[in-house]
Structures are given as C-alpha cells and as structure tokens.
C-alpha cells in the first residue's frame, strides 16, 4: 500500500499518513462493502482516491520544512540493530561489520544495478504510466483490479502499460548496451 500512495505524494512520510488515512476510511466504510469488487480491490481503490486527494492538495503549498534547506532526512543512513545495545558492554559499536564489496559476486552487484535503473526509469514516466506499470508489474495486480484501482477502462490499462513496458525496456536497452560496451 505503501508504494502505490507514493506514486501520488512526495515523500514517504506523507505517503504513510496517506496509508493510514485510507485505512481509517476502510475501517469507517467497511459497512458500506458491496461486493462489487474484491476486498482487496475496494481497499486500493479507498488508497488511490485518499493519496490522489492528498497529492493534490500537496502540490498546491509548500511545506514549511522546504524552506529551511538540506538539514537531511529524516531515516538513518544505517539501520540502529546494526550497532550494539545500551545494555551491551561495546555499546554504540557496530555488532557486524558491513560486507566488503568484494566479497559480493558481479552477477549479484549487476543485477542490482539493473534493478536500480529499472526502478529509476520507472520514476521518470507519466503518473498514469508509472501507476499502471507499478501495480501490473511491481504489485502484481491483475488487469481488472489494476483498472477498478484507478478508475480506468481496461483499454486505457492496455494502452498506458504497453507504453509503460515500451520506455522501461528501451531504457533497460540502453543499460545492456553500456555495459555489453564496457
């Protein structure tokens, strides 16, 4: 759920308010459940209208946090459980060190990096294009409940996934090609 509301806001804290904001609406709507769709469908369709809402809204003001410059973000650059416990005698020190990059086989390090561009190519489509591809190919909805989600014909869910697909695989392409290249 988290995914999809970040394909409508900015960040992911507000792509989490976004979360709990559609659940609060599931849970006041639940009631109201005809059974037209899935559950499952009927919960993504409550995400999408509440992040689409919330996007909107959005990108109308600017949050005073912007205003004050780089001051960082807000997760840590490394998980906490990797350093040692109050209670520990090494407090505060790292409990494992990280991996030494050689020891990561290139098939493994390859494969990242192409998941990297993939991921990145998909943040550079069109809203309606990187909303359809991400729930068909990243989510794994089926075409109908790809459709009842945002609301589209099934047509429309065909067109933009093939354009989709088409801008991810030619950069994929490109990708190959540099590194057949190299």
Known sequence: MLRVAMMFVS????AEEVVQEAWLGVLKGL????????LKTWIFRILTNTAKTRGEREGRSVPFSSLG???GDDEAPVDADRFFGDGHRWAGHWASSPRNPRDVPEE???ADEARQRIAAAIE????????VITLRDVDGFDADEAC?????SEVNQRVLLHRARTKV??????YLDEEAAA
């Open 11 to 14: 960040s992911r804290a507000v």
């Open 31 to 38: 009631d109201r459940f005809e059974g037209r769709s899935s």
């Open 69 to 71: 410059g780089d001051a």
């Open 108 to 110: 493994r390090l390859l």
């Open 124 to 131: 550079t489509l069109p809203e309606n294009q990187r909303a």
């Open 148 to 152: 009842e989600i945002l609301g589209i």
């Open 169 to 174: 695989r030619s950069a994929l392409g490109q």
